[in-house]
């Protein structure tokens, strides 16, 4: 099934900065479709209120982390199946298990470069 | 006690009838003395010498100026360090997205060509994410070292009171002392403290 480019994508972040790069990176990768959280509350809340197609979220954020989000939406009848990709500095295997285990799409270690999410967002989504 | 010996026997006590001092001392004691006690008495004013001598030692290390000097200034500057990167990465961002919104005015190789270094810039720029979050366990970090000095001010407060007061903070006459090349050396200023290129330029003005 061809990708929908115009699908609500949530990218979360607790620095702006990486979400302004988020934006771009996918802005040219023809997603202009970007809405922003900058914790995991209030990435869950906009999740609940109106329809995504893809999460990108980093872990590290208060009060809510990626990975309790990551739980949420699992646990949530409407939003489990969402594709969730977790995009974090935190690169030990025990992190990548526990996104796994929570039922994480896709991990990415930050830094990453823009071929890496591409391949990623392919991955999760299929080609575009 | 000592004054009742006095009273009796004077300032002044042979040598022979210390024994009999100490004895009427230890009569005045309740409850059987045995030499296991005066060993434990001995361990335990040793104890309490080592105490007293640590406090001081503690009290010495000024935890206090630890606290409101050092961790502060300390924090402060990481805190200057996550605003600068901040402030540079968007800078950069602003005028990469000024490229791009361009970018269709160029030819096609032009473009991809631009687009590429766009693309890396932007890869770039997620060093302040990292050199952020990696700040944060340093805050972090330094937040549990003030946590610690908080105890150590609590339990030896008065100990560095007393300290303070025997070795008072020694005031310099900074008008009438030398700068030295290594005091000059104060690295980048927080925000209100240095001076502004317009200010500099006023005070350079002034020797003329």
């Given at each position: 099934?061809?990708?929908?480019?115009?699908?609500k994508?949530?990218?979360?972040?607790?620095?702006?900065?990486?979400?302004?790069?988020?934006?771009?990176?996918?802005?040219?990768?023809?997603?202009?479709?970007?809405?922003?959280?900058?914790?995991?509350?209030?990435?869950?809340?906009?999740?609940?209120?109106?329809?995504?197609?893809?999460?990108?979220?980093d872990?590290?954020?208060?009060?809510?982390?990626?990975?309790?989000?990551?739980?949420?939406?699992r646990?949530?009848?409407?939003?489990?199946?969402?594709?969730?990709?977790?995009?974090?500095?935190e690169?030990?295997?025990?992190?990548?298990?526990?996104?796994?285990?929570?039922?994480?799409?896709?991990?990415?270690?930050?830094?990453f470069?823009?071929?890496?999410?591409?391949?990623?967002?392919?991955?999760?989504?299929?080609?575009? | 006690?000592?004054?009742?010996?006095?009273?009796?026997?004077?300032?002044?006590?042979?040598?022979?009838?210390?024994?009999?001092?100490?004895?009427?001392?230890?009569?005045?004691?309740?409850?059987?003395?045995?030499?296991?006690?005066?060993?434990?008495?001995?361990?335990?004013?040793?104890?309490?010498?080592?105490?007293?001598?640590?406090?001081?030692?503690?009290?010495?290390?000024?935890?206090?100026?630890?606290?409101?000097?050092?961790?502060?200034t300390?924090?402060?500057?990481?805190?200057?360090?996550?605003?600068?990167?901040?402030?540079?990465?968007?800078?950069?961002?602003?005028?990469?997205?000024?490229?791009?919104?361009?970018?269709?005015e160029v030819?096609?190789?032009?473009?991809?060509?631009?687009?590429?270094?766009?693309t890396?810039?932007?890869?770039?720029?997620?060093?302040q994410?990292?050199?952020g979050?990696?700040?944060?366990k340093?805050?972090?970090?330094?937040?549990?070292?003030?946590?610690?000095?908080?105890?150590?001010?609590?339990?030896?407060?008065?100990?560095?009171?007393?300290?303070?007061?025997?070795?008072?903070?020694?005031?310099?006459?900074e008008?009438?002392?030398?700068?030295?090349?290594?005091?000059?050396l104060?690295?980048?200023?927080?925000?209100?403290?240095?001076?502004s290129?317009?200010?500099?330029?006023?005070?350079?003005?002034?020797?003329?």
């Amino acid at each position: 099934m061809a990708v929908d480019m115009n699908m609500k994508v949530l990218i979360v972040d607790d620095y702006k900065t990486m979400l302004r790069i988020l934006r771009n990176l996918l802005r040219q990768l023809n997603f202009n479709n970007v809405d922003e959280a900058s914790d995991g509350a209030e990435a869950l809340a906009k999740l609940r209120e109106d329809k995504f197609g893809l999460v990108i979220s980093d872990w590290n954020m208060e009060p809510m982390t990626g990975i309790q989000l990551l739980r949420e939406v699992r646990a949530d009848d409407t939003l489990k199946h969402l594709p969730f990709i977790m995009i974090t500095a935190e690169s030990k295997s025990e992190n990548v298990i526990a996104a796994k285990e929570a039922g994480v799409s896709n991990y990415i270690v930050k830094p990453f470069n823009a071929e890496t999410l591409k391949t990623k967002l392919v991955s999760v989504l299929g080609e575009f | 006690m000592l004054a009742k010996i006095r009273e009796t026997r004077g300032d002044r006590v042979d040598v022979g009838d210390v024994g009999e001092v100490v004895q009427s001392m230890l009569a005045t004691l309740q409850g059987d003395i045995s030499a296991a006690d005066i060993e434990l008495y001995s361990e335990l004013q040793s104890l309490s010498d080592y105490i007293r001598a640590a406090k001081l030692e503690i009290a010495m290390l000024r935890p206090d100026t630890v606290k409101d000097e050092h961790l502060r200034t300390a924090s402060d500057e990481l805190d200057a360090i996550v605003q600068a990167t901040a402030e540079a990465t968007n800078a950069i961002m602003d005028s990469t997205e000024q490229i791009e919104n361009v970018m269709s005015e160029v030819d096609p190789d032009v473009q991809a060509a631009l687009m590429n270094a766009t693309t890396g810039i932007y890869e770039a720029c997620s060093f302040q994410d990292i050199t952020g979050q990696r700040i944060t366990k340093v805050v972090k970090a330094l937040k549990h070292i003030e946590e610690t000095v908080d105890g150590l001010l609590n339990a030896f407060g008065d100990e560095i009171e007393r300290y303070k007061l025997e070795n008072p903070d020694v005031v310099v006459d900074e008008t009438a002392k030398e700068i030295t090349d290594e005091e000059l050396l104060q690295g980048p200023q927080l925000e209100g403290k240095g001076n502004s290129q317009e200010e500099i330029d006023k005070l350079l003005a002034s020797f003329d």
